[in-house]
């Protein structure tokens, strides 16, 4: 899966233009329009970083007379009180985009930071923390990029990028048997997984050989006896009411990976803050 950085120019365009920041009516009215200025972006607490680049892109978005000096990069631990980025330039420019870039770099810093947090409770077992599908429209590639940040690994990108077999989908096709038997007769190179609630349902679908088991909602209990049957050669994933406190609980059992929706759709951001420290209206 390519997930490798980029710049989403489109939807930096439609934030900025959500905000409004050509048409800033309190910085029009209070700051001169050839105030030069300095600005820091610090943290107010501790976590993980993610999203430097696209807001340094936002900043150049809103002027490109804004100079960043950026003294730390995308995964890289901050302690609250650090500096993260010196930024120079007209003041009413750096408050145009102050919201936006705190906003995005927020978001996904608050992603990377419950990532690790994940990594680091499962540490030394060999287990693997991934996400899911459960992103904010329109962010997946950035919020999938801030787990990697984090620590973490990424499941499906998309709905194209493998055939995961959830319980609609076998109550639709009839059984286990059927659904990954259809799935291997579509003949598309890709991964199958299978999801499986129940033990019964891992015997069934050991028997039709899918490339990956996900254990649903299991207890770490139930985990352990399915992780005796099913043979090396499938990589089994649990997923399902699994937190901090038991996460570790979980890895210890010998699954290969934990996915977590968690930390894509309820990780709290990060919180950050940036400040005027000099203006100057020669």
């Not at 120019?9 to 001169?32: G, K, M, Q, S, W």
């Not at 007209?90 to 102050?98: K, M, N, T």
């Not at 930071?113 to 540490?123: G, R």
């Amino acid at each position: 899966m390519d997930i490798s950085p980029h710049i989403p120019f489109d939807l930096i365009r439609a934030a900025l233009e959500e905000d409004a920041v050509a048409d800033d009516l309190t910085a029009n009215a209070t700051i001169p329009a050839d105030m030069i200025g300095a600005a820091t972006i610090t943290a107010k607490s501790s976590g993980r970083l993610s999203g430097v680049t696209i807001a340094d892109a936002v900043f150049a978005a809103v002027d490109e007379a804004i100079v960043c000096d950026w003294r730390l990069s995308d995964a890289d631990d901050v302690q609250a009180g650090d500096l993260l980025c010196q930024l120079a330039g007209p003041v009413r420019s750096l408050l145009a985009a102050e919201r936006t870039a705190l906003n995005f770099l927020q978001h996904l810093s608050g992603i990377a930071t419950a990532t690790h947090s994940f990594v680091e409770v499962v540490a030394d077992t060999g287990c693997k923390i991934a996400d899911t599908r459960k992103t904010t429209p329109g962010l997946r590639r950035l919020e999938k990029k801030a787990v990697s940040h984090g620590g973490g690994i990424n499941h499906r990108m998309d709905l194209s990028s493998g055939m995961l077999i959830k319980e609609n989908h076998i109550e639709a096709c009839g059984s286990i048997t059927d659904a990954i038997h259809a799935c291997y007769q579509a003949e598309h190179e890709t991964w199958i997984e299978v999801e499986c609630e129940t033990l019964v349902e891992v015997s069934e679908a050991i028997a039709v050989c899918p490339d990956i088991i996900l254990l649903d909602n299991m207890s770490p209990a139930t985990v352990v006896q399915a992780r005796v049957m099913v043979p090396d050669s499938i990589l089994l994933e649990a997923s399902g009411n699994i937190t901090l406190d038991n996460a570790r609980d979980y890895a210890v059992t010998g699954v290969n990976r934990i996915a977590i929706g968690a930390i894509t759709h309820s990780a709290p951001s990060l919180d950050l803050s940036m400040r005027i420290i000099n203006a100057d209206k020669s």
